[in-house]
């Protein structure tokens, strides 16, 4: 960011955080290893989604769970993340942890997804050597699996926000938009290769014999995956804690210049003060006295003002979480039913006949092709990401925001009006293009968004009315939370749309008509920066 070399030179601008000023100089350029490193945490996280749309559904028929409680599982996840993410995005805002503000978030959220998975692929063999009695055992291997998924998918959920606040905070503008594209190709790299390990017959190898079942294995490899990965991941970049004056002892000068980084700019997480009369609006670079009265010092948002800021939100933040909306449940909408689609209306099989009758195995055989179809989705996802850093120089991101769309609306309409078998799984790519957009342009927009923001604080007159109520942890939590919320709608919706129709066929058709109806959103109402 440009700013004057004088003494009265600011720099900082005051954060998106309600009474919270932040320091926001210009980050130095990240290498490519270092990109690498921080998007790996995506890497683990979409191999353990993968492991889960994998063998979620046959652990919980394992252990006998009712059908009643089935949407329990899947919504109580979901609406857990959509009232509690934007609380811990701007918890993470204000976070004064040694560490800095993302990564503990991101450390214990991690350690979260892999208790989940230890609970759903183990809990019934844990229960069954543990417990005797048939009835108690049905009781505690239905309420640790269950209590397993749910962890995993509200932990799973809710990591993508700091991840991305974490990127967004360490990284200058060019560097976001790199990383971006490195999350979504290694996203879709992960889930590939969570689909590949899911379909190899285990039981027939000694590693299978060695572990015991198939759930134990795909929990061995994702475990080690996980850990591994987000280990690599909070290693990447290295944050400054954030620092308050009022709480924390004077900065020591050090030879570099107190809070000032080898290039002579303020580190990330170095406040600022900025004066106003005599009120101060941020806090010593150089270890100076703090002259803030200590009521005044930083307060972590309440309830009430993160709700104001929400609300309050400018309307082209609105309108970019109501095409993150539209996108995630129309992609939702085709992505939980595929398999089922795969099985029912291209292979012609029955979910419901006898477990040894020819329709049963035919539909076995048709979900598993589409479990390739989805192996097609993540690998395309990972190439069309690569792509995306050519192709935003020529159509800009309101072009490839709507050809995203575009794409996957058709792609999924002909898959639902000519079901078949090969031309499904070469529409499969478009399943691609749509997640890699959804991973990517959104949060391009934020960044953009973002760095509007501090070039206009940068103009405003020192001690004058912020307007910004928000952190970089709200504003990416708020978009994220979009995606519980399309869960929350896909989970309540389909099944009775289903019901009603007598067709799984009307899964592809409704996810067809939203993304066509998204293309005219993104394309009327998301505003786009110059």
């Known amino acids: ?20 000023p932040f320091g926001s100089a210009e980050q130095p350029k990240r290498s490519t290893g270092r990109l690498v490193m921080h998007s790996m945490a995506m890497f683990g996280r979409e191999f353990c989604y993968a492991v889960e749309a994998a063998y979620v559904t046959p652990v919980l028929l394992s252990v006998g769970l009712p059908k009643s409680l089935y949407s329990m599982v899947w919504l109580l996840s979901p609406i857990l993340g959509f009232l509690l993410q934007p609380v811990v995005g701007s918890a ?31 809990g019934d063999a844990a229960v069954s050597a543990l417990v005797a009695n048939p009835r108690q055992k049905l009781v505690w291997a239905i309420s640790i699996t269950m209590i397993g998924v749910v962890l995993f998918d509200f932990s799973a959920d809710f990591i993508d926000g700091p991840i991305k606040a974490y990127l967004f905070d360490v990284c200058s503008h060019q560097d976001k938009e790199k990383g971006l594209h490195y999350h979504a190709l290694f996203t879709g790299f992960g889930g590939a290769l969570g689909y590949l390990l899911g379909a ?24 080690l995956v996980l850990t591994l990965c987000f280990i690599t991941h909070l290693c990447s970049i290295p944050e400054d804690p954030l620092r308050d004056d009022a709480t924390d002892p004077p900065l020591q000068p050090d030879p570099q210049g107190s809070s000032l980084s080898a290039d002579g700019m303020p580190r990330y997480g170095s406040i600022e003060k900025v004066k106003n009369g005599d009120a101060d609006t941020g806090l010593p670079v150089q270890g100076g006295k703090n002259k803030k009265p200590s009521g005044q010092s930083q307060r972590t948002m309440s309830m009430k003002s993160l709700l104001r800021a929400l609300v309050n939100m400018p309307s082209h933040y609105r309108c970019l979480c109501i095409s993150h909306l539209i996108g995630w449940t129309a992609f939702l909408s085709n992505m939980l039913f595929f398999t089922d689609f795969m099985g029912q209306i291209v292979y012609h099989g029955d979910p419901y006949g006898a477990h040894n009758s020819t329709e049963f195995l035919i539909y076995e055989r048709g979900v598993e092709v589409g479990c390739w179809g ?20 020529y159509i800009g991101l309101k072009g490839l925001y709507f050809m995203g769309y575009l794409l996957f609306g058709l792609g999924t309409g002909f898959i639902g009006l000519f079901p078949n078998v090969y031309s499904t799984l070469v529409l499969c790519s478009m399943f691609g293009v ?9 949060f391009n927009l934020i960044a953009e968004y973002h760095r509007e923001e501090e070039k206009e604080k940068q103009q405003e007159v020192p001690g004058g009315p912020d307007n910004h109520g928000r952190g970089k942890g709200v504003d990416c939590a708020a978009l994220t939370c979009m995606v519980q919320l399309a869960q929350i709608l896909v989970g309540g919706g ?8 007598g067709s799984v066929v009307v899964v592809v058709i409704t996810a067809s008509a939203v993304a066509l109806i998204g293309c005219c959103f993104v394309a009327l109402f998301v505003r786009y920066v110059d």
Not at 201 to 219: I, P
Not at 375 to 392: D, E, H, L, P, T
Request: neutral net charge.
């Open 92 to 122: 993470s805002d204000h976070c004064r942890a040694r560490w800095g503000r993302r990564r503990p978030y991101i450390l214990t959220l991690g350690v979260m997804m892999l208790l989940g998975m230890a609970l759903y692929l183990n």
């Open 200 to 223: 190899i017959d285990w039981m027939h190898l000694e590693l299978g014999k060695l572990l015991g079942t198939e759930f134990q294995v795909m929990f061995f490899f994702s475990a």
């Open 374 to 393: 989805l192996c097609i989705n993540s690998v395309f996802s990972s190439v069309y990401s690569y792509f995306q850093k050519v192709m935003v120089s």
């Open 494 to 501: 389909l099944g009775f749309l289903v019901n009603m129709a």
């Open 434 to 442: 749509m997640s890699s957009t959804l991973y990517t342009v959104p």
């Open 1 to 20: 960011m440009s700013g004057s070399n004088g003494p009265t030179d600011t720099r900082a601008y005051q954060s998106l955080a309600e009474d919270c």
